[in-house]
């Protein structure tokens, strides 16, 4: 079974407007939550990470995520979307009791209208 | 630094054939891993380290090997390769401290026919 959900293969959103992509989890204890990026042809880029602490989490490129133990979810957001954040983009979660072994959703492919 | 390499970029293969993916990094991670990327399936764990001489299974460990002599170094062997095994594939690695986020390599393209 999947134990890292997201729940939406392809967004599509106009320049300008704001992004949420969901993740949610299905472990029993908190994971180590990460959203990764990866453009056409190349590897996975770290957007971001929550380890613990806060639930809102600033990243690269503009990028936050907030954590929701209540709803197991750890969603991706950007207030402003540009045209080169189209993308395919991973929730991934590692279980710390399986430490180094990245648990990876199924990824949402982004796109960005003009 | 280098960061993690990956050789070759792309291979093509013929069902049967076996070949070695190779991996080295220089940040003197103890963790590696293996993934394997399919279109709408993510990314897939193979097998990993823990460090020099110590391996294990991850979620999709048929048909492939692996073995960590050194620390930096961590190749991935197709024993006999399958049109299954098409794919694209990933090492990572990463400190062993919990949590610390992996760093990703370029990719190989495999081609089984």
């Known amino acids: 079974a999947q134990s890292v959900t997201q729940p939406d293969i392809h967004i599509t959103v106009s320049e300008g407007a704001s992004l949420e992509l969901r993740c949610n989890y299905s472990?029993?204890?908190?994971?180590?939550l990460f959203w990764y990026v990866q453009s056409p042809g190349q590897g996975l880029q770290l957007l971001l990470k929550?380890?613990?602490?806060?639930?809102l989490v600033q990243g690269i490129k503009g990028f936050e995520a907030e954590f929701k133990r209540s709803q197991s979810s750890f969603n991706l957001r950007k207030p402003s979307v540009h045209w080169s954040d189209a993308a395919e983009y991973f929730c991934?979660?590692?279980?710390?009791?399986?430490?180094?072994?990245?648990?990876f959703g199924r990824g949402t492919q982004l796109t960005v209208w003009p | 630094n280098a960061g993690v390499t990956q050789t070759p970029k792309f291979q093509v293969l013929k069902t049967g054939q076996s070949m070695t993916l190779q991996c080295a990094q220089d940040?003197?991670?103890?963790?590696m891993s293996w993934y394997r990327q399919d279109p709408g399936m993510g990314l897939r764990l193979i097998h990993y380290?823990?460090?020099?001489?110590?391996?294990d299974q991850g979620e999709v460990p048929n048909g492939y090997n692996v073995s960590r002599s050194t620390t930096e170094d961590f190749p991935l062997r197709l024993l006999s390769a399958a049109p299954s095994q098409t794919s694209v594939y990933f090492c990572?690695?990463?400190?062993?401290?919990?949590?610390?986020?992996?760093?990703f390599g370029p990719g190989t393209r495999l081609t089984v026919t």
């Open positions: 990572a690695s990463s400190y062993a401290t919990q949590g610390y986020e992996q760093y």
């Open positions: 472990y029993g204890a908190t994971p180590y």
């Open positions: 929550y380890f613990s602490g806060d639930t």
């Open positions: 991934a979660a590692d279980r710390g009791s399986t430490l180094g072994r990245l648990y």
């Open positions: 940040m003197n991670h103890e963790y």
């Open positions: 380290s823990v460090g020099a001489g110590i391996t």
